[in-house]
């Protein structure tokens, strides 16, 4: 019997220490940079593509816009130049695809919320009204809420299973959706329908105030893209004159591509800030 109790004590002391260690990281971690860029890129629906795939097409289009600028104008700085600019394009354009997409979803996610508040009201679980977006749903989203009730019906685990459709829509409107199903499932309650009516109530206004905003202030980001694309055009056909090149290639023709450079990203950069409204950023990823 002592020889028991002394196991038993033993046992307790062991899971007393074991409890004081850290558990170890699941996976690699990533950095911030590479998930922005991933959020990115599944906002503009090619979640399929990765970071390194993205700075890989960059480098890629830099070198041949660079090689073609040198071979028609031999002007070695004018092909960096150009280079650097055109290297920056498949990040551009993933960003606007980004926001594109973000804008066609805002007014869809009021009808995915009305959804789920029907099916909870009609007394579906909350892992069959999630799922039948797949199928009911708003077309735009039904491919991962399908994925959602595969994976469902695969593990039978409704939290992994909602972490996985979080990484497939990375949407900060989804994350508080999931987050919301989550706590619902974890703690029980009765508020759910009147949580999502309410979340349904606040996206609709949001995406009318927003929508109005954005009309209004479309001229401004557009002005400013022209405003900074307007110098590099000219500067692309002054360039086909040999002499205009060979003198770019200069201490003084350095000197004003740089300054000219910095002078169109930061009126840019600028510019779009105060004609943008901010993005919700991801808080409950």
Not at 10 to 29: I, T
Not at 212 to 224: F, H, I, K, M, P
Not at 262 to 271: G, N, T
């Amino acid at each position: 019997m002592g020889v028991l109790v002394g196991l038993l004590l033993g046992l307790g002391l062991f899971c007393v220490w074991w409890s004081c260690w850290e558990a170890p990281a699941r996976g690699p971690r990533r950095s911030a940079w590479s998930a922005r860029t991933q959020d990115l890129l599944v906002q503009a629906g090619a979640g399929s593509v990765t970071p390194g795939a993205l700075v890989g097409a960059s480098v890629a289009v830099a070198a041949v816009v660079a090689l073609t600028v040198a071979a028609l104008t031999l002007s070695p700085v004018l092909a960096l130049c150009f280079g650097t600019m055109a290297g920056l394009a498949p990040a551009g354009m993933v960003r606007a695809r980004a926001r594109k997409r973000r804008r066609d979803l805002r007014d869809v996610w009021p009808e995915v919320v009305d959804h789920l508040a029907s099916g909870v009201r009609a007394g579906l679980s909350l892992p069959e009204a999630v799922g039948q977006l797949g199928e009911r749903g708003p077309a735009e989203l039904r491919e991962p809420f399908a994925r959602f009730a595969a994976d469902y019906r695969a593990t039978g685990r409704f939290a992994e299973s909602l972490d996985l459709l979080k990484a497939r829509l990375a949407d900060p409107v989804a994350d508080r959706i999931v987050e919301a199903l989550r706590l619902t499932r974890e703690v029980g309650g009765t508020d759910l329908g009147r949580l999502l009516r309410a979340l349904s109530a606040f996206l609709r206004e949001d995406a009318r105030t927003r929508g109005e905003l954005e009309a209004r202030q479309s001229w401004t980001v557009n002005g400013a893209r022209l405003a900074a694309a307007g110098p590099w055009v000219v500067l692309a056909f002054l360039a086909t004159r040999p002499e205009t090149a060979r003198a770019y290639d200069s201490a003084a023709g350095v000197a004003v591509l740089l300054g000219g450079a910095a002078c169109s990203l930061v009126a840019y950069r600028l510019m779009v800030r105060l004609g943008r409204l901010p993005e919700e950023g991801r808080v409950l990823r």
